[in-house]
């Protein structure tokens, strides 16, 4: 079982923040009997999955990985988790990530980092790094993560495992604990394509509890991996592989062209205008509906509280002062900078005008292609240790994921190679919005 893997590696890999090893074993009880007498039916009764520590299941701690929320058990839960187990599966516990979900290498958790259970000196990735981790290392067979601007699809692909990050609204974000609500999405991750595909069946569909929430018909994502891909026109856009690319990555994912070409599709090149705006847009919005969205954690209501202050004011700075790490700090500072009203129009609005440019190109690529490429990230795995020294280097990573999320589209991560070390490499496949099929069609046939 997972729990034998968990027994064995978890020690060394850390993957969670949390466990629920009784629990799962009464619920498997009543799963199993639930199967047989036909309240369960899907194909993921009785599947153990692992949800990132952002998700709120009712009554268990849910901490982001920060100091802010220690002590804190949502009353409520997460839409997510409701559709979980009404499916079946066995949440086998709650895994770590970066603060807040903000970082690329789950080293920002206040509870301890995460190792790559390919080579435990290196990161899993981020910020959905225990997700991945833990499918990885066979500590769960499936995992649910979160994806603002890279968070599932770049530790998927540092770790080898499959995850996607599904259209902006087509996964409810109730009880996903905000960080950047416009480009926010939970996704899942799994060891292969068609794991991916039943997971999303089952989380996907229209929930009122969520504004942004889309009304869609087409949830039959199983149905899209029937192995065709003849004439599928791919487009690989070239500044993508100009600079800044490892080579060995570079080379691997030259070989994903070649494979998809035998498989009888199409590829062809094109120019992307806006790669250079990319990253600057996705940090100002990003970090601008951070600063917004974790005005709440003031040690009032919930979460950590100082221990000493003098008066209501000191009490809020002290507590916020203890209890966010560094990084959340600095996009608390930078979100609430560009939204000031001296610079609101320098940045913001200028962030939100590139967003709206950036969208038209990806549009106008669509109308040619049915799917795009790109790799996941411009390198493997990195040395835990070395990415903490220079935050802006480590926001430079995230060029390859976040457009997807400005522009709301669907994308995945599969792996395709290791590097000389045998560290994984994946390759990101994206789609018009609302085209999952044609991005898990693809994933499946390349596979
Ligand atoms: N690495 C990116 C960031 O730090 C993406 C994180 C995410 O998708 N949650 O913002």
Known sequence: TVFDQIEKKEDRVHAYLDLYKKEAYTRAKQVEKGIA??????????????????????????????????????????????????????????????????????????????????????????????????????????????????????????CGVTGLKPTYGTVSRYGLIAYASSLDQIGPVGKDVADCAALLQVIAGHDPKDSTSQKREDLNFMEALNGKITGMKFGVPKEYLAEGIDPEVKAAFMEVLKTLTELG????????????????????????????????????????????????????????????????????????????????????????????????????????????????????????????????AMYLGDIYTVAVNLCGLPGISVPCGKDHTGLPIGVQMIGDCFMEKKILRAAHAYE
Request: hydrophobic residues 35%; glycine residues 10%.
């Open 37 to 158: 007498d036909g309240t369960y039916t899907g194909p993921l009764a009785g599947v153990p999955i692992a949800v990132k520590d952002n998700i709120c299941v009712q009554g268990k701690p849910a901490t982001c990985a920060s100091k802010i929320l220690e002590g804190f058990e949502p009353q409520y839960q997460a839409e997510v988790i409701d559709r979980l187990e009404k499916a079946g599966m066995i949440i086998i516990g709650k895994t770590n990530m970066d603060e807040f979900a903000m970082g690329s290498t789950t080293e920002t958790s206040a509870y301890g980092i995460t190792r790559n259970p390919w080579n435990l000196e290196h990161v899993p990735g981020g910020s959905s790094g225990g997700s991945c981790a833990a499918v990885a290392a066979g500590e769960a067979y499936m995992a649910l993560g979160s994806d603002t601007g890279g968070s599932i699809r770049q530790p998927s692909s540092f």
């Open 265 to 392: 599709a199409i590829v062809e090149f094109f120019s992307v205008k806006t790669m250079e705006y990319m990253i600057p847009a996705y940090y100002i919005i990003a970090s601008a509906e951070a600063s917004s969205n974790l005005e709440r954690f003031d040690g009032v209501k919930y979460g950590y509280r100082a221990k000493e202050y003098e008066g209501l004011h000191d009490m809020y700075k002290r507590s916020r002062t203890e209890g966010f790490g560094e990084e959340v700090k600095r996009r608390i500072m930078l979100g609430s900078f560009v939204l000031s009203s001296g610079y609101y129009d320098a940045y913001y609005l200028k962030a939100l005008r590139t967003k709206a440019l950036i969208k038209q190109e990806f549009n106008q690529a669509f109308e040619k292609y049915d799917v795009l490429l790109a790799p996941a990230a411009p390198y493997t795995a990195p040395k835990i240790g070395e990415s903490l020294k220079d935050p802006l």
